[in-house]
């Protein structure tokens, strides 16, 4: 029995009637871009997150991307965030013309250490990044309390967070801007591209919508050069079917999380194996991620592998030592801990439709591997 490390088809295909039904009703409005469908969207999605602005946009990439334009963030800024994540989250840092400063991250949480954020700053710092990786919420109290003494914006990059919660409080409405991707393995997944930004600030939602469509203020008048980050009325359309299922999944994932917890420690030493930490706040478990010290982390993967065993490794790199970093950005201090993680993190199959028999066949399969 092979198990995969995400079943999109266990996700999509009770829902399959549902979609193709909200698609057509698109086809039959003739209305493709942006419209009723992403106003509906944006009008649900917001209640639903508890935040005064949902924007949608193309993807989680030009969610940050926008953020930051509206942010003023250019050449000469910096803007500090975690080298453990996501190539977009600097990504979009880099493509402004701005210097990722990159500052380590702590081992249990795999996110920004802010003691390393708070010696990161320097008069350059336009803004932080927080990355609520792998669905576990950053320390959101200390890095507010960072941002606001140094006069920063502070972004949330949830793109992998939909649903957790800090302090009783959904991430993406903590910071001054959330970012939310729709790619279809994060936990809200439509079908193919797509993004989300939030905000509690008006000016700065009014300014996210005209960046979205090139700047405009109204049709060919452009007061500023902004993009093409539109959302499209047939992903707001199967993300409006697939939105009242979160809860459910998320609770899906929660429930497989406990459920590795308990067979992984019964079976497996910490010393050989060490679970996820799941931290204070509400986890979404995007990624279920163990480490693997020892240099043993690859042998594990291939055993998984050997298995029909879908895992992967995230990241086999930190930003920093990426090719295209090596110039344009900064390192503040040690990245040990960020390098260390990349040699022995190996995400599970945790997704919605998985199997308590598959599961219970990663748990085995990681025990022989990892015998004495
Ligand atoms: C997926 C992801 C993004 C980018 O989202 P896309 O929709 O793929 O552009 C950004 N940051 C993080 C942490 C992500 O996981």
């Known amino acids: 029995m092979s198990v995969p490390f995400v079943d999109l088809a266990a996700i999509h ?3 399959r009637e549902a979609m193709l039904s909200a698609i057509a009703s698109v086809i039959d ?13 944006e009008r649900e999605i917001a209640a639903w ?6 924007i949608g946009v193309s993807s989680g990439t030009d969610a940050l991307l926008s953020a930051l334009m509206a942010l003023d963030v250019g050449p000469g800024d910096e803007v500090v965030t975690t080298p453990f994540t996501f190539f977009a989250t600097a990504g979009a840092i880099a493509r402004l013309g701005a210097t990722p400063v990159f500052a380590d991250i702590e081992p249990r949480s795999f996110n920004l250490a802010p ?6 700053l320097s008069p350059r710092t336009k ?4 990355v609520h990786l792998f669905g576990r919420a950053a320390d959101m109290d200390a890095l507010s309390a960072i941002a606001d003494r140094a006069g920063v914006a502070l972004i949330e990059d949830a793109a992998q967070a939909i649903g957790a919660e800090w302090a009783g409080r959904r991430v993406g409405g903590l910071g001054r801007v959330g970012c939310f991707s729709f790619f279809p393995a994060k936990n809200l997944g439509c079908l193919g591209d797509g993004g989300l930004v939030t905000t509690a600030d008006d000016a700065l939602a009014a300014r996210i919508r005209r960046l979205r469509t090139h700047g405009g203020e109204k049709r060919y008048l452009h007061n500023e050069v902004g993009g093409n980050f539109r959302l499209d009325a047939l992903q707001a359309a199967v993300l409006r079917v697939k939105l009242p299922e979160l809860e459910g999944w998320t609770a899906a994932r929660e429930a497989n999380a406990r459920a590795y917890d308990a067979m992984l420690r019964q079976a497996i030493p910490a010393e050989a194996l060490l679970p996820p930490d799941p931290g204070p706040g509400r986890h979404a478990w995007n990624q279920y991620v163990v480490r693997i010290p020892g240099g043993r982390r690859d042998a594990a993967r291939e055993a998984l592998s050997a298995e029909g065993i879908g ?3 995230y990241y086999p790199l930190a930003l920093h030592q990426q090719p295209c970093f090596q110039t344009g950005a900064r390192t503040a201090g040690p990245m040990s801990e960020a390098e260390r993680a990349t040699a022995e993190v190996l995400a599970l199959p945790i997704a ?4 308590p028999d598959g599961q219970e066949q990663v748990v085995a399969t990681l025990a022989r591997a990892l015998a004495p």
């Open 49 to 54: 997150l508890d935040v005064p602005h949902a």
């Open 29 to 41: 409005r003739d209305a493709y871009v942006l419209g009723a469908e992403v106003d509906a969207f």
């Open 127 to 130: 803004a932080i990044i927080a």
């Open 115 to 120: 003691a390393r954020v708070e010696a990161a």
């Open 352 to 355: 919605p439709g998985l199997t």
């Open 311 to 313: 895992s992967a490794v």
């Open 13 to 15: 295909d009770p829902l």
